[in-house]
Nanobody, 133 residues
Framework: QVQFAESGGGLVQPGGSLSLSCSYSEKPSDYYCIGWFRQVPGKEREGVACIIPKDDDSPDDEPRYAGSVKGRFTISRDSAENTVHLQMNSLKPEDTAVYYC?????????????????????WGKGIQVTVSS
């Protein structure tokens, strides 16, 4: 099992920034990637970003992004703290959702744009991100 502790959500105006953090219990060897998906109530879940650890060398980790956030969001991992971060810049109202920290056993990216959730196995309780003026 994987346990997550998510933090950093809140309310921000369009164009603003927020940073999410997720402390997790598992070692990098126990999953393929760790990251975030989001969900608006009543709508399907959407993969946001995932980072693939390379052993325990964070600088060599490989990030993957959904096309909807690429260029605006940055995911990173602190191996010493067992924490993954999601820096969200240039936020838009359509980014409003509950964001969940999650792990994937495998990751499939379709059309270079969509991070699928078919390989996701664990996720946290989620935190609210609201982008509104």
């Amino acid at each position: 099992q994987v346990q997550f502790a998510e933090s950093g959500g809140g309310l921000v105006q369009p164009g603003g920034s927020l940073s999410l953090s997720c402390s997790y219990s598992e070692k990098p060897s126990d999953y393929y990637c760790i990251g975030w998906f989001r969900q608006v109530p009543g709508k399907e879940r959407e993969g946001v970003a995932c980072i693939i650890p390379k052993d325990d060398d964070s600088p060599d980790d490989e990030p993957r992004y959904a096309g909807s956030v690429k260029g605006r969001f940055t995911i990173s991992r602190d191996s010493a703290e067992n924490t993954v971060h999601l820096q969200m810049n240039s936020l838009k109202p359509e980014d409003t959702a509950v964001y969940y920290c999650a792990t994937w056993k495998q990751l499939t990216i379709r059309f270079g744009t969509v991070l699928t959730l078919e390989g996701m196995n664990y996720w946290g309780k989620g935190i609210q991100v609201t982008v509104s003026s």
